[in-house]
């Protein structure tokens, strides 16, 4: 896509790019993909750019006539592939890692080309349908029961905020028709979820004019789990105060940590206060394609519902998050609005996606799922993930046995969290616990300079603690072993 002055051909006056064009840059395009893929491990993970670097290199004005493919192309490789954090290198192992594939990606230029718009089953009767089919597979590779049914939203955060919003819907306080504003009938209503839970919980919370108050964040365990004598407590006390508890998130997977909420000891207390359990599952929730991990699900068979994000650990181009919920009905009262226009003979006996959320037009996402786990097949995806565990565990040995470094919390999946801790000889305790805190900082932002792989960080008490997430269907032992190498380079340069 080097190549600019080979080709003079500007858009054309009218319709779209012609199908010569379109074939030739088209197969161009994918030529260009797979050569990313082949070179990948040349670039640096974190863009090696400052803030404001790549605006400073583009027009500030739309330009007036349309210009060549070939001088499109060749700003890819000049201005975006250098502005780019390279989320599928196989050394990228911040945040959670996570990575497209092959398959997923061929899915998504379908999905491009056909374009539908799946709001009503007739507007894309493919989508709606496939996308029931692809989400009973997962279901089935999951573990999960026929009472769930299963819908895609773009993220989790937005599966989630949904799953509240039917969660309100359940408590029968006519938030649809009359609102929350302004009345006196309404106790306040509360959502519960651990300290540790993603804060995309408390993001809904807002956003469904529950307010930050709407949310109580119940305390965790040693690790890190949420404490179910304490969400218990926490009801009853709020019940006492006339507050109406309607709602528990637990976490399977935490963001900072992966830890897993005690879902059998939280169902019993939901189901006594007659409240909604949702279980926020986005990034662990893939895990239980793994027969011997699917335990890590037990329990959900008594949650309202569940949301597990295929865009984390299946492989699948990002996004696509599934909202699994046993009570569709609700879902669709909260959401369910079909004005004149959009009125069909068929809608008494299909589902339509714009029934069960706040978008009308949805995207065809089912596709590129569907055609990952055909392509992989539930042996390979598991195989996939089971891996990912195997080289986190093997990671995590390495820490176990080096003097110099500890791990921070248990290791459920595939993401490790620890720090180094070399010792200074009669170093009183405060003292030390700011020299670590600065020294595994400067040890990750050493690493991650380099450009040779990227991690994260987060706080666990009070200690900063580095999370190295493995996911990425290209990392192999070789790249962990280069993590850990450089790691350990940085900790020799500045202990
Ligand atoms: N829930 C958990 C446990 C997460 O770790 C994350 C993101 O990492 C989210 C929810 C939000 O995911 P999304 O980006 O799909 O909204």
Avoid at 256 to 278: K, N, Q, V
Wanted: glycine share 6%; proline share 5%; with cysteine.
């Amino acid at each position: 896509m080097n190549k600019p002055s080979e080709s003079t051909v500007v858009s054309p006056e009218l319709g779209d790019m012609s199908k010569e064009e379109f074939r030739r840059y088209g197969h161009e395009l994918v030529d260009w993909i797979a050569d990313y893929f082949e070179r990948i491990e040349d670039l640096p993970v974190l863009a090696a750019i400052e803030p404001g670097d790549l605006k400073a290199q583009l027009p500030t004005v739309p330009p007036q006539h349309g210009e060549s493919m070939p001088e499109i192309l060749a700003d890819i490789d000049k201005l975006i592939v250098p502005a780019l954090t390279h989320w599928v290198h196989p050394s990228f192992f911040a945040y959670f890692a996570t990575s497209t594939s092959g398959p997923g990606i061929l899915g998504e230029m379908l999905c491009a080309a056909f374009d539908n718009k799946a709001m009503l089953w007739r507007t894309s009767p493919a989508s709606t349908e496939l996308e029931d089919v692809t989400l009973d597979w997962l279901r089935q590779m999951m573990g999960l029961d026929g009472g769930l049914s299963g819908i895609i939203y773009d993220t989790a955060s937005v599966s989630s905020m949904h799953a509240i919003a039917a969660a309100r819907e359940g408590v029968e306080q006519r938030v649809r028709e009359e609102g929350m504003s302004g009345r006196a009938d309404l106790p306040l209503l509360r959502v519960y979820t651990s300290e540790h839970a993603h804060s995309s919980i408390e993001k809904a919370v807002i956003t469904l004019g529950l307010g930050q108050k709407g949310l109580r964040k119940v305390p965790t365990d040693s690790e890190f789990r949420m404490d179910a004598k304490a969400l218990e407590a926490a009801i009853e006390e709020d019940k006492r105060h006339g507050y109406l508890p309607f709602c528990i998130v637990a976490t399977v997977g935490t963001t900072s940590t992966s830890s897993i909420d005690p879902i059998r000891e939280i169902i019993p207390i939901g189901e006594e206060h007659a409240m909604w359990l949702h279980v926020d599952a986005a990034y662990a929730g893939s895990a239980a394609v793994v027969p011997e991990l699917r335990h890590i699900l037990d329990g959900c068979e008594r949650a309202d519902s569940l949301v597990v994000n295929p865009h984390k650990w299946l492989f699948t181009p990002f996004d696509l998050s599934v909202l699994y919920c046993r009570h569709l009905d609700l879902l669709r009262r909260a959401f369910s609005l079909v004005p004149e226009y959009l009125r069909t003979p068929e809608q008494e006996k299909v589902r339509s996606g714009s029934d069960y959320g706040i978008q009308l037009g949805r995207r065809f996402r089912a596709l590129k799922l569907w055609m990952v786990i055909r392509y992989f097949g539930h042996d390979g995806l598991a195989a996939r993930i089971r891996e990912h565990c195997r080289l986190a565990q093997l990671f995590a040995s390495w820490i176990e046995e080096s003097p110099e470094w500890e791990l921070l919390a248990p290791v459920p999946f595939a993401l490790v969290c620890f720090r180094a801790c070399p010792d200074r000889e009669g170093e009183p305790a405060e003292i030390k616990a700011k020299r670590l805190d600065v020294l595994n900082e400067a040890i990750m932002h050493g690493v991650n300079a380099s450009g040779k792989a990227l991690f994260s960080h987060t706080k666990l008490n009070d200690k900063l603690t580095l999370r190295l997430s493995i996911g990425n269907i290209r990392t192999t032992e070789k790249h962990v072993r280069q993590v850990w190498e450089l790691m350990n380079e940085q900790l020799a340069l500045l202990k």
